[in-house]
């Protein structure tokens, strides 16, 4: 693998900076907000935000011929599980923990694309995959033990990285002539009338006015974290193999981790310590390319 460009250095510093300090604002918007209706919140947020950048800069709204199928799928995959998922996650876990479950998604990716498109799996991205993983049990077996809906969490939060793989592979594998900053607004606005129906059905009709703090929190979630943070990881899974791209994630839950100690108070361990530099070694692993023999 060549060496990564400043330019995807930078995308990628942007990302996880972004969407790192978004979870724990899960935890604060979800203290007051259900979770479908929070959802509801985001995607209209990140819909009315894409639109007016789109307008902005004169890019197409137009799905090429062909590509509703592919472009269902990643939006059901990338977007309409994920948002569930994660949020159903936090209510079980703490932020940060959550966080490190769903962004298993590089070991997904990784099991996926030897299984199933038979990639090969160099011993580089085995030891950072190993070391991911031992990251994320460092980090959920001793919630076993302190929170009894812990399997839960570990439930919902493996299934929002495993849909996320699923979505990474679609978006990475599919042609998308002219499309841009579109491919992230299709894929919002595909989801948001089922899980508004989700949220009517399941959570009803909002009894009371959320406050000044959830609010923001989720309008925050929607305009910056779902517009800009997914589209820049569309970006990137466009400059990059699938299997790097999704291993250059793995940053994103220390992030997590630290917000939701600073912001949240949620506790640090010495195995949280452990899972947060295992994941240092992991992403090195992935991202710098080894001495050429």
């Known amino acids: 693998m060549n060496r990564v ?8 510093g942007a990302l996880t900076l972004v969407w790192g300090t978004n979870w724990p604002l899960f935890r604060i918007a979800l203290d007051e907000i259900p979770v479908w209706t ?16 789109l307008l902005l800069r004169g890019e197409s709204f137009a799905v090429p011929k062909g590509k509703w199928p592919a472009l269902i799928a990643a939006a059901a995959m990338n977007i ?5 998922a994660t949020s159903l996650a936090v209510l079980y876990v703490p932020s940060g923990h959550a966080s490190v479950l769903a962004y298993t998604m590089p070991l ?3 099991l996926l694309g030897f299984a199933v498109f038979g990639q090969r799996l ?4 085995l030891a950072a995959i190993a070391i991911g993983a031992a990251a994320v049990a460092a980090l959920m077996i001793p919630n076993f033990q302190s929170y009894a809906r812990a399997p839960a969490g570990l439930f919902w939060g493996l299934l929002a990285g495993f849909c996320w793989a699923v979505g990474t592979f679609i978006v990475k594998r599919t042609s998308w002539p002219g499309m841009g900053l579109s491919l992230t607004f299709w894929q ?9 129906l989700g949220a009517l059905l399941l959570d009803g009709l909002p009894t009371h006015w959320p406050s000044t703090k959830a609010l923001a929190a989720t ?4 305009a910056i974290p779902m517009a800009f943070g997914t589209a820049t990881w569309f970006a990137l899974v466009k400059l990059l ?3 790097v791209a999704a291993l250059s994630s793995i940053a994103i839950p220390i992030v997590a981790i630290v917000s939701g100690i600073l912001i949240l108070h949620e506790p640090l361990s010495w195995l949280q310590a452990a899972a947060i530099a295992s994941t240092v070694i992991s992403l090195w692993l992935a991202l710098v390319p080894g001495r050429q023999r």
């Open 188 to 196: 919002v606005v595909i989801c948001l009338p089922p899980i508004a």
């Open 241 to 243: 193999p699938a299997q």
């Open 108 to 110: 997904w990716v990784a």
């Open 122 to 125: 160099t011993p580089r991205l």
């Open 80 to 84: 309409g599980v994920w948002n569930i």
């Open 5 to 12: 460009s400043p330019k995807v250095l930078a995308l990628l």
């Open 219 to 222: 309008l925050y979630t929607g």
């Open 38 to 53: 929070f959802r509801t919140i985001v995607l209209l947020a990140a819909v009315a935000m894409l639109t007016v950048i």
